[in-house]
DNA sequence: CTTGACGGGTTCCAAAAAAGAACCCACTAT
DNA sequence: ATAGTGGGTTCTTTTTTGGAACCCGTCAAG
């Protein structure tokens, strides 16, 4: 199996790491998150190759994760924003950079520090229920295949 | 910059995608979680090559995600496990999951459900402040610089 | 005692992707 | 006429994958 082909998976994961999954991407987002929308202002930033950027940003505008809208005429420019479904990915973003400032932040600490402002106090990103508004753990979830989809689950070994 | 030296970068994030930031180490963690444990199985789920998957088995045991133990002696034989430090990874995979089956989902909806056991009802993942309890909103969260590291904050446009 | 199977890899080569640098184009400003 | 800006594309070299074969220790069967 190639890499390109993961998107015809049977997996909602798989299919959204066809688009956000491989290397860059993710950090393309975490600059969008930042307010980053101008072609070279990521590629400053990130120190990725043009080519490799302008591969990258294609891949999130096709995938509706971003939108190229032009902010003037002659010369044409645009710049590339978040959509509503690319603002969706914000939990991951934020659980990804939180766990890097628990276990791999250096003697400086965080660079980044995040601030809930409806509480004022620094974000702890936490898994929530929505159903039931509690905090979740993962051994308090179990997964069943849906119907119509068998022989995919796991391999009858205990957690 | 290479990709392989992104983990230089003084960005929690971009060090935790050093890790975990490829093409195929996601998926094999979305398997970790569903209770995967062994080469072959891994190899035959995922599709991937031997070599790949061996490569990426291994960073996640040195980034400390996952623990190579032994299940038998004579002949040696072991499995990857998750430790602590790879299942605090758990809320990033289900958002990734989730959010797939939001918007990528077809005609058959999504291939498996989460049950949160406690409540009983499919799991409606949110983004929980951990100090005051209410669901976040990403425009609710403002990011500040760690002073001490200047210069890498946003290009001061309004989200 | 030879053959085959199992789990868990490593080695080889060809093909694809990324790195790095140069180039391009439409327009504006000097 | 020249230089600069935003947003790329094209080129060549290096690195990483994909695909397949091979290896190793052990057990079990014929």
Redesign the interface.
Known sequence: ?R?QD?DQQ????????AII????T??VL?DC??????FD?FQQR???TRHVLSDRLRKLTEG?ILAKVAYQERPTRHEYRLTE?G????????????????????E????????????G????????????G?????N???????P??EG????N???
Request: net charge positive.
């Open positions: 199996m890499w993961i049977p997996c909602s994961l798989a299919r959204t790491l999954g491989d290397n860059w993710l950090l975490r998150f930042l307010g980053v929308r101008r202002d990130l120190g990725v509706g479904k603002k969706d990915l914000y939990p991951v973003i934020v659980h990804l950079a939180q766990w890097g400032d628990k276990y791999l932040a250096d400086h600490g965080a660079p980044l520090h995040r601030i809930h402002t409806t509480c106090h620094t974000l702890d990103a936490q898994l929530q229920c929505g159903h039931c509690n905090t979740v753990n993962a308090e979830v179990q997964v069943k295949e849906n119509g989809f995919k689950l796991l391999v070994s205990e957690q």
